[in-house]
T-cell receptor, first 115, second 109 residues
Framework: NAGVTQTPKFRVLKTGQSMTLLCAQD?????MYWYRQDPGMGLRLIHY???????AKGEVPDGYNVSRLKKQNFLLGLESAAPSQTSVYFC??????????????FGPGTRLTVL | EDKVVQSPLSLVVHEGDTVTLNCSYE??????LLWYKQEKKAPTFLFML????IEKKSGRLSSILDKKELFSILNITATQTGDSAIYLC?????????FGQGTRLTINP
């Protein structure tokens, strides 16, 4: 039982390049989330998904796109990377937000640097 | 706009001290408040609080929620160097978690 996994762990991009971050969970969770974490900013929600085939914008969605074609996978895409997108990206999953006892399980993070 | 504010942002104490971390929030459709500990990598879950006045305890860590005054505290007694981490508070609203900025706790030997 791997929980939540993310690939890659590290990546360096040049401005304007594109890339996709992959998140996978094996807990059969309905909800999945992408966050970015910058120094002094806590975790900020980029996009999230409440089920296969659905996505929704979070707090800081600009410059990112997501897809949830399969329940266990949630992809985060950067079409044209900018230095402002240098950050650590965390994926998380949970059973479903309507339960007050629902908690999120986090992946190990991806450190992205855009030069 | 939903908001979670933690204080202090940074705290340095000596091993053995007791610390109190604060979290205040303004979130519509409050469902629960969660505390996470983040060391080098992903946040790890500590507590979930849903009811006022009921203390959750795990070893030297404890937490309590006040839904009337909209805040929570996380206490750590007899701190150890392994408690050094960023402590994140998050509040669950209708569909999402809203995170505070985190408190960076450093325990010096």
């Amino acid at each position: 039982n791997a929980g939540v996994t993310q690939t890659p762990k590290f990546r360096v991009l040049k401005t304007g390049q594109s890339m996709t971050l992959l998140c996978a969970q094996d807990m059969n969770h309905e909800y999945m989330y992408w966050y970015r974490q910058d120094p002094g900013m806590g975790l900020r929600l980029i996009h999230y998904s409440v089920g296969e085939g659905t996505t929704a914008k979070g707090e800081v969605p600009d410059g990112y796109n997501v897809s949830r074609l399969k329940k266990q996978n949630f992809l985060l895409g950067l079409e044209s990377a900018a230095p402002s997108q240098t950050s650590v990206y965390f994926c998380a999953s949970s059973t479903g937000s309507y339960s007050s006892t629902d908690t999120q399980y986090f992946g190990p993070g991806t450190r992205l640097t855009v030069l | 706009e939903d908001k979670v504010v933690q204080s202090p942002l940074s705290l340095v104490v000596h091993e053995g001290d007791t610390v109190t971390l604060n979290c205040s929030y303004e979130v519509t459709n409050f469902r629960s408040l969660l505390w996470y500990k983040q060391e080098k990598k992903a946040p790890t879950f500590l507590f979930m609080l849903t009811s006022s006045g009921i203390e959750k305890k795990s070893g030297r860590l404890s937490s309590i929620l006040d839904k009337k005054e909209l805040f929570s505290i996380l206490n750590i007694t007899a701190t150890q160097t392994g408690d050094s981490a960023i402590y994140l508070c998050a509040v669950k609203g209708a569909q999402k978690l809203v995170f505070g900025q985190g408190t960076r706790l450093t325990i010096n030997p």
